[in-house]
């Protein structure tokens, strides 16, 4: 932003807005601590509040920025388009919201996020339950599955540990029922 000139009351608010991206608690910053003329703000900062923080990382910027920063212009003697301002600060702003994503999912897929951990943990439990559970209710098509040792598909990924799991698990929920019913219609027949 500071490449492009910008007035630095909207450089300032737009810093104070995107950290409520990350925590909503924080609000839509307060226009008289960071501007001496919060009267000229106040109808963009309204309407970029409807926009949101998010739809700022989207390239939704209010148009009033743009006034107001052919204003900033004006005063300090740039011959800039405003116009062209305002389609450089919207790139920016969804470089930015791109940098903040792709930073989101390497903390949230990291081996070392706590979600990975706990999920790993819940699935591993779920493996190690089938495999004590040995063959019962399995059938032959995917007795397969048991080829490999526990250990060896306890250290697949999460997704391919989950597919397993869901895989393993579903079928032996289907084969139970599939015999339950069986045994019940021949309950049925035998005491009529």
């Given at each position: 932003?500071?490449?492009?000139?910008?007035?630095?009351e909207?450089?300032?608010?737009?810093?104070?807005?995107?950290?409520?991206?990350?925590?909503?608690?924080?609000?839509?910053?307060?226009?008289?601590?960071?501007?001496?003329?919060?009267?000229?703000?106040?109808?963009?900062?309204?309407?970029?509040?409807k926009?949101?923080?998010?739809?700022?990382?989207?390239?939704?910027?209010?148009?009033?920025?743009?006034?107001?920063?052919?204003?900033?212009?004006?005063?300090?003697?740039?011959?800039?388009?405003?116009?062209?301002?305002?389609?450089?600060?919207?790139?920016?702003?969804?470089r930015?919201?791109?940098?903040?994503?792709?930073?989101?999912?390497?903390?949230?897929h990291?081996?070392?996020?706590?979600?990975?951990?706990?999920?790993?943990?819940?699935?591993?439990?779920?493996?190690?339950?089938?495999?004590?559970?040995?063959?019962?209710?399995?059938?032959?098509?995917?007795?397969?599955?048991?080829?490999?040792?526990?250990?060896?598909?306890?250290?697949?990924?999460?997704?391919?540990?989950?597919?397993?799991?869901?895989?393993?698990?579903?079928?032996?929920?289907?084969n139970?029922?599939?015999?339950?019913?069986?045994?019940?219609?021949?309950?049925?027949l035998?005491?009529?």
């Open positions: 932003m500071q490449t492009q000139q910008t007035a630095p909207i450089e300032a608010f737009l810093f104070e807005y995107l950290k409520t991206v990350r925590q909503p608690s924080l609000g839509v910053p307060n226009v008289r601590a960071w501007s001496h003329q919060p009267h000229l703000f106040q109808g963009a900062i309204s309407s970029q509040a926009l949101g923080a998010q739809g700022l990382l989207e390239g939704l910027v209010s148009p009033e920025w743009r006034h107001l920063q052919a204003l900033h212009f004006s005063y300090v003697g740039f011959k800039k388009s405003a116009n062209l301002w305002a389609s450089r600060l919207i790139q920016q702003l969804i930015i919201g791109h940098y903040m994503w792709k930073d989101r999912n390497r903390l949230a990291s081996e070392d996020s706590s979600w990975y951990t706990a999920r790993k943990r819940e699935i591993d439990i779920g493996i190690r339950e089938q495999f004590a559970m040995g063959l019962i209710d399995i059938p032959p098509r995917l007795q397969y599955l048991f080829c490999d040792s526990r250990e060896t598909v306890l250290h697949k990924s999460l997704e391919d540990c989950q597919h397993w799991l869901r895989l393993v698990s579903c079928e032996r929920a289907i139970r029922r599939s015999l339950a019913r069986q045994r019940q219609m021949i309950s049925n035998a005491h009529p």
